[in-house]
């Protein structure tokens, strides 16, 4: 069950703050949180745990509600290098083991000067 | 940045020939990942690894086979190349598959 992000795509003027959600249809482990420049691999952004706390570096934070199985991540004052497509990857407990993560089929996001 | 690379970077071969994309890695990880990216799909897995001649299929196995015979190289074949396996192939490795995992560059191959 593949998570669905939303939106799709968001374009934002630089300062602008955004909001990147992720929606799993069955209990969460964990969310893995990736961005993606045009032509280049993935880059980790950061991991929610299950019973965790909220993390973040710079201006960029994200939360983990496990009862409703969501994830968003914050981008605050968003910069023109903030620009690309972030992905979730969302990890299952399968008798104490994660089992692999689904990736969401990402968020565009453009930010313009 | 997590030491993986990928060989070849860039390959175009015609349908019904072998090919084989190598992933490698400096950081001794436990576990290795083939993903394939394609638009309006994002990452898929493919195959993966949980050790030395240990893989398990992942979402989209058909077609494809894997190989892991040393802790550092995980080999990824396609028997017979068709124009749907063009895409975008990523490698990945994680320390145990409850930590992130780290991507390569990726391998663009066209199937022509």
């Known amino acids: 069950q593949q998570p669905v992000q939303s939106p799709q795509a968001v374009i934002l003027r630089e300062g602008e703050d955004a909001v990147i959600n992720c929606s799993s249809s069955?209990?969460?482990?964990?969310v893995h949180w990736y961005r993606q420049k045009h032509g280049e691999a993935p880059v980790f952004l950061m991991i929610l745990l299950k019973g965790g706390e909220q993390k973040g570096h710079d201006k960029i934070s994200a939360s983990f509600n496990e009862k409703k199985q969501q994830s968003s991540l914050y981008l605050t004052a968003s910069q023109l290098s903030y620009s690309g497509t972030y992905f979730c990857?969302?990890?299952?407990?399968?008798?104490?083991?994660?089992?692999?993560?689904?990736f969401g089929k990402g968020t565009k996001l453009s930010v313009k000067p | 940045d997590a030491g993986i690379t990928q060989s070849p970077r860039h390959k175009v071969t015609e349908t019904g020939t072998p090919v084989t994309l190598r992933c490698h890695q400096t950081?001794?990880?436990?576990?290795m990942y083939w993903y394939r990216q394609d638009p309006g799909h994002g990452l898929r897995l493919i195959h993966y690894?949980?050790?030395?001649?240990?893989?398990d299929k992942g979402e989209v196995s058909d077609g494809y086979s894997v190989s892991r015979s040393k802790t550092e190289d995980f080999l990824l074949t396609l028997e017979s190349a068709t124009s749907s396996q063009t895409s975008v192939y990523f490698c990945?490795?994680?320390?145990?598959?409850?930590?992130?995992?780290?991507f390569g560059p990726g391998t663009r191959l066209l199937v022509l």
């Open positions: 990857g969302t990890g299952g407990n399968y008798g104490g083991s994660q089992g692999n993560l689904i």
């Open positions: 990945a490795i994680s320390g145990t598959d409850q930590e992130t995992q780290y």
């Open positions: 690894s949980y050790g030395v001649k240990d893989t």
């Open positions: 069955k209990a969460l482990y964990s």
């Open positions: 950081e001794n990880h436990r576990y």
